[in-house]
């Protein structure tokens, strides 16, 4: 069992930056590829950015060109970089292993982005 705590999350103005961490309580990066998801009011949790253990990386299409995920192993951490934010970004962000474990899912960090 691993937990996750998720961190950086905020209301900003469309066009700002966050950056979401993704702090676990032990080092699974290397057994483990990694997600960001995000949720929204009643829809399915979805996979936003995903990186392997041999460091491949995939982003849904709405983040491709606006989000940067990466890992520091040392530090047992994970984080999405956000630019260029939109309106459309807005949700609830969990960091999971992927494919996910049911029982790791935590708090998630929120994220509104205004016009």
């Known amino acids: 069992q691993v937990q996750l705590v998720e961190s950086g999350g905020g209301l900003v103005q469309a066009g700002g930056s966050l950056r979401l961490s993704c702090a676990a309580s032990r080092n699974i990066f290397s057994s483990y590829a990694m997600g960001w998801y995000r949720q929204v009011p009643d829809k399915q949790r979805e996979l936003v950015a995903s990186?392997?253990?041999?460091?491949?990386?995939m982003y849904a299409t709405f983040a491709k060109g606006r989000f940067t995920i990466s890992r520091d192993n040392a530090e047992k951490t994970v984080y999405l970089q956000m630019n260029s934010m939109k309106p459309v970004i807005t949700g609830t962000y969990y960091c999971?292993?992927?494919?996910?474990?049911?029982?790791?899912w935590g708090q998630g960090t929120r994220v509104t982005v205004t016009s």
């Open positions: 999971n292993a992927y494919p996910p474990w049911p029982e790791n």
């Open positions: 990186v392997t253990r041999g460091g491949a990386i």
